[in-house]
């Protein structure tokens, strides 16, 4: 199984929509979350921590479920401008970190 | 603009041939992190330093493979006798380290074409 697992996609949707990714990850040492959006052939740019409590920043939801072991993205009134690629990222720390990405959810909006 | 940069962002080598990459980080991150990454992947974690010290290195960096952060600011990567594999972005990110983030900027990354 791999460490950090996301569904390559890609999730096609149209203006205006909502969509949800999930992000699976394997060890329960972990202990900071995050989510990057990539656009093709450029970095990828952090979009927003996931804390234990949750976290929203505009239209943009994360979430961690410690007990099932994922993270989610919601993206609400998804705009052309969101097509992109997703990575969720798992850190586990104590001692050395880890640093773990996952292959990424690629989204397109559709107009 | 203060971000993290990286040089060449462009490099064609012939198998065989070394490489040197560099990255500047954002000036108060304490932190440097050097992935590779391939079409259709995330980055894959090569190493990191905490100041001047390489903290971990993947299992997957192979002996031709060093980097090193001298002074604690700027950090090379360099590819001794290129393969055609070695054909990837490489990406230098940095941080700050803190209790309570560990949030990581990344540079435009330099892309290496092994021919």
């Known amino acids: 199984r791999k460490e950090v697992e996301q569904d390559p996609g890609p999730f096609n949707v149209p203006e205006g929509a909502t969509v949800a990714f999930n992000c699976t990850y394997s060890?329960?040492?972990?202990?900071?979350f995050f989510w990057y959006r990539q656009d093709c052939r450029k970095e990828p740019k952090l979009l927003m921590s996931?804390?234990?409590s949750g976290n929203e920043d505009g239209r943009f939801t994360a979430q961690l479920n410690r007990a099932s072991q994922y993270i989610s993205l919601l993206i609400r009134d998804s705009k052309l401008s969101d097509s992109a690629t997703y990575l969720c990222?798992?850190?586990?720390?104590?001692?050395?970190?880890?640093?773990?990405f996952g292959t990424g959810t690629k989204l397109q909006v559709i107009p | 603009d203060t971000g993290v940069s990286q040089d060449p962002r462009h490099k064609i080598t012939k198998r065989g041939q070394n490489v040197t990459f560099r990255c500047d980080p954002i000036?108060?991150?304490?932190?440097l992190y050097w992935y590779r990454q391939t079409l259709g992947q995330g980055p894959e974690f090569l190493t990191y330093?905490?100041?001047?010290?390489?903290?971990?290195k993947s299992r997957l960096l192979s002996d031709r493979f060093s980097a090193e952060r001298p002074k604690g600011s700027f950090s090379t990567l360099e590819i001794q006798r290129t393969e055609q594999g070695d054909s990837a972005m490489y990406l230098c990110?940095?941080?700050?380290?803190?209790?309570?983030?560990?949030?990581?900027?990344f540079g435009p990354g330099t892309r290496l074409t092994v021919t």
């Open positions: 990110a940095s941080s700050l380290r803190s209790d309570s983030s560990y949030e990581q900027y």
């Open positions: 060890n329960s040492a972990s202990q900071s």
């Open positions: 996931v804390y234990s």
């Open positions: 990222v798992v850190i586990k720390s104590g001692g050395y970190q880890k640093v773990t």
């Open positions: 000036s108060e991150h304490n932190r």
């Open positions: 330093f905490q100041n001047e010290a390489q903290l971990e």
